[in-house]
């Protein structure tokens, strides 16, 4: 098992969220790919979003993988100027590369938000440290895991 997917783990535990990890034959890096190998709609895919934020930290914004990031809606609700995050930052903040980036486990803290239309399932499926690991959890366990404040950002 992966630095990586073990970070994830520990934090599900940690927080109380029951996952199985599960590791695909192939790709997830995209919301299409992922809903393919999970069996789910793309609605059902959490895309972990990470955005740099004018004040020098990373937000990261759990996104159905259907929609797309609205940055100026993103931008107001979190009161700093938003641009894409470079990826050795996101890979040293969160422990992740981009494409598999977690919306637990990372290893510095990283605020968050979550989009109230992921709410609208029974079940979502995440990221789990790699392009090629998920999970899967009920959308109030996952929002409650990551510390995610609900908040429309997305069209």
Known sequence: ????VARVRAAATAAGLPVEIIEMPGSTRTAEDAA????CTVAQIVKSMIFAASDGTLRLLLTPGDRQVDPALAESGFGVSLSRADPDQVRTVTGFAIGGVSPIGHLTPVICAMDPELMAHAQVWAAAGTPRHVFSAV???LRRASAATLMPFTR
Do not use: H, R
């Open 1 to 4: 098992m992966s630095k990586s």
């Open 36 to 39: 393919a190998a999970c069996g």
């Open 139 to 141: 959308p109030e366990d």
